[in-house]
């Protein structure tokens, strides 16, 4: 079974400053994928990211930067000089590549972050 | 454009009437599912499809039924929807499994059941 927890529920922030969201993933599998996706207020899903468990390196895409870290089973995002508009939940999600449960993507239970003005 | 299409968007109902939500995709795409989102839960998968006739159950699926008669739709069936199932439904597809490439979601679909 995979497992995916994000201990943050809700997370507030004034505007400009850096915040991390935390994401800590179960699977037994030694292939699998991660992946975050954003929820603005309109409710839609926005794909963010997918990182593979062969691809170590931190990546970066504007203000927006992610920390994957086999040790530790945690794949961070954070947010630099977070934005009102970045406000929306955020869901860290794993697939694994065996066979049997390649059909499943498992999302965590989701972070609320506030950015305020 | 690439899409997935969810309709209705929105949708109040009494218990016991059955309903159906309807998907679908334009980007000839295997395989498509179904999740619910539900309060501090996340998103849970309902039923999945690899392909035309091939459907499975997720991790939630009593009380839902699905169908896979052609490759681009993937239609969501309540057959007798209680208040428990007042959710917000998202649908997805891909083109292939899950776990090699970011699933393309509708909108969503609130409904409540009454």
């Known amino acids: 079974a995979q497992k995916v927890t994000q201990a943050q529920t809700e997370i507030s922030v004034v505007e400009k400053e850096d915040v991390t969201l935390d994401c800590v993933y179960e699977t037994r599998d030694t292939t699998y994928y991660l992946f975050w996706y954003k929820q603005p207020p309109s409710g839609e899903l926005v794909f963010l990211i997918r990182?593979?468990?062969?691809?170590?390196q931190n990546e970066i895409s504007g203000r927006y930067s992610w920390n994957f870290q086999k040790s530790t089973s945690s794949f961070n995002f954070t947010i630099t000089a977070s934005q009102v508009v970045d406000s929306a939940v955020y869901f860290c999600?794993?697939?694994?590549?065996?066979?049997?449960?390649?059909?499943?993507?498992?999302f965590g239970s989701g972070t609320q972050l506030t950015v305020l003005p | 454009e690439a899409q997935v299409t969810q309709n209705p968007r929105y949708l109040i109902t009494v218990t016991g009437k059955k309903l159906t939500v309807t998907c679908s995709q334009n980007?000839?795409?295997?395989?498509m599912s179904w999740y619910r989102q539900d309060p501090g839960l996340g998103l849970r998968q309902i039923y999945y499809s690899m392909n035309v006739e091939v459907t499975d159950k997720g991790d939630v699926p009593e009380g839902y039924k699905v169908s896979r008669k052609e490759k681009r739709n993937f239609p969501l069936i309540l057959e007798s929807p209680s208040p428990n199932q007042t959710s917000l439904y998202f649908c997805a597809s891909s083109s292939v499994a899950a776990s090699r490439q970011p699933q393309h979601f509708g909108d969503g679909t609130r409904l409540s059941i009454l």
């Open positions: 999600a794993l697939s694994a590549a065996s066979s049997g449960s390649a059909r499943q993507l498992t």
């Open positions: 990182r593979n468990s062969f691809d170590e």
């Open positions: 980007m000839n795409h295997e395989y």
